[in-house]
T-cell receptor
Framework: DTAVSQTPKYLVTQMGNDKSIKCEQN?????MYWYKQDSKKFLKIMFS???????INETVPNRFSPKSPDKAHLNLHINSLELGDSAVYFC????????????FGPGTRLTVL | GIQVEQSPPDLILQEGANSTLRCNFS?????LQWFHQNPWGQLINLFY???GTKQNGRLSATTVATERYSLLYISSSQTTDSGVYFC???????????FGKGTKLTVNP
């Protein structure tokens, strides 16, 4: 009965590879988000989608591309991975908008070698 | 954009002690949340509190929106309270949840 789930939990890969992280929520929420937590624990929003429509697209390299096949899923695809992409990526969701409480997934720790 | 400042950055307590964590923000907000990131990295929702006071067991929070601050109180701390506590806000007119840098709490037995 996990509310917001992510796969995989850990991802270790080589520079230059392409990888995807999947996120699913079973809360019936309309809005989903991706956040990045860097090595200093600082959390910053990357993207948000409302009912499959892109709402927030922060200053993120265009190697990062979110995809929302339906409002319960928001995947993150990363091309040509770089060392600096190593971080923990969190997915989150909220009922309607960011004015509502956001609930976070368990995170995906990405390590680029 | 909005600035979110948390204090203190680090806090070390003995089990059983009480503590107060503070979050100051620079503009009006439509959302304010407190999170606990445990040592395993999970982000746990503590309070959704854009204004007013709430209590949940040993934890309580107060947000004074007109004065642009929020306080998180932890009473009778336990070792399981260790971790990083984040305050996050959504500025009026924005869609972005902006996080503070967190307060790292260590509770010693």
């Amino acid at each position: 009965d996990t509310a917001v789930s992510q796969t995989p939990k850990y991802l270790v890969t080589q520079m230059g590879n392409d990888k995807s992280i999947k996120c699913e929520q079973n809360l019936g929420h309309d809005t989903m988000y991706w956040y990045k937590q860097d090595s200093k624990k600082f959390l910053k929003i990357m993207f948000s989608y409302n009912n499959k429509e892109l709402i927030i697209n922060e200053t993120v390299p265009n190697r990062f591309s979110p995809k929302s096949p339906d409002k319960a899923h928001l995947n993150l695809h990363i091309n040509s991975l770089e060392l600096g992409d190593s971080a923990v990526y969190f997915c989150a969701s909220s009922l309607v908008s960011s004015y509502n409480e956001q609930f976070f997934g368990p995170g995906t720790r990405l390590t680029v070698l | 954009g909005i600035q979110v400042e948390q204090s203190p950055p680090d806090l070390i307590l003995q089990e059983g002690a009480n503590s107060t964590l503070r979050c100051n923000f620079s503009d009006s907000v439509n959302n304010l949340q407190w999170f606990h990131q445990n040592p395993w990295g999970q982000l746990i929702n503590l309070f959704y509190i854009p204004s007013g006071t709430k209590q949940n067991g040993r934890l309580s929070a107060t947000t004074v929106a007109t004065e642009r601050y929020s306080l998180l109180y932890i009473s009778s701390s336990q070792t399981t309270d260790s971790g990083v506590y984040f305050c996050a806000v959504v500025q009026g007119g924005s869609e972005k949840l902006v996080f503070g840098k967190g307060t790292k709490l260590t509770v010693n037995p």
